[in-house]
């Protein structure tokens, strides 16, 4: 679960690549430049590979549930005793999306087609 969640929290920052912009037979400085997390969401039934960038992401915790457990080994402790490792049941997440879109044109009126899947 704690890899899962690192994923979602890594598409809300720049990609960790960073571009170097080099200016032809230029000795000054090379700016920096940020790669934005593109993704591409398909929500089944619904959307269909919707292009965008995920600009907010909410993760919380249901205070009103229960904490599982689960036990493993500590090295620190005799071998016949285990400290447990506390977990929630529930965890909330809440994802925010800016959709970048690339309308074609009919009859001089841009259509926009973010349910390609549904016919």
Same mark, same amino acid.
């Given at each position: 679960?704690?890899?899962?969640?690192?994923? *979602?929290?890594?598409?809300?920052?720049?990609? /960790?690549?960073?571009?170097?912009?080099?200016? #032809?037979?230029?000795?000054?400085?090379?700016?920096?430049?940020?790669?934005?997390?593109?993704?591409?969401?398909?929500?089944?039934?619904?959307?269909?590979?919707?292009?965008? &960038?995920?600009?907010? *992401?909410? =993760?919380?915790?249901? /205070?009103?549930?229960?904490?599982?457990?689960?036990? %493993?080994?500590? /090295?620190? *402790?005799?071998?016949?005793?285990?400290?447990?490792?506390?977990?929630?049941?529930? =965890?909330? %997440?809440? *994802?925010?999306?800016?959709?970048? /879109? #690339?309308?074609? =044109?009919?009859?001089?009126?841009?259509?926009?087609?973010?349910?390609?899947? &549904?016919?």
């Amino acid at each position: 679960m704690k890899k899962n969640l690192d994923k *979602l929290r890594k598409l809300i920052f720049p990609d /960790e690549n960073i571009s170097v912009n080099k200016y #032809n037979n230029s000795e000054g400085a090379s700016p920096m430049l940020f790669n934005p997390n593109l993704v591409y969401l398909t929500i089944n039934g619904m959307y269909d590979n919707l292009f965008g &960038i995920i600009d907010t *992401l909410s =993760i919380g915790i249901d /205070e009103t549930m229960s904490w599982g457990s689960m036990d %493993i080994g500590d /090295e620190s *402790l005799s071998s016949s005793k285990v400290a447990p490792e506390m977990y929630p049941s529930i =965890i909330n %997440i809440s *994802l925010g999306m800016k959709i970048i /879109e #690339n309308p074609s =044109i009919k009859d001089n009126k841009y259509v926009y087609d973010f349910s390609k899947s &549904i016919k």
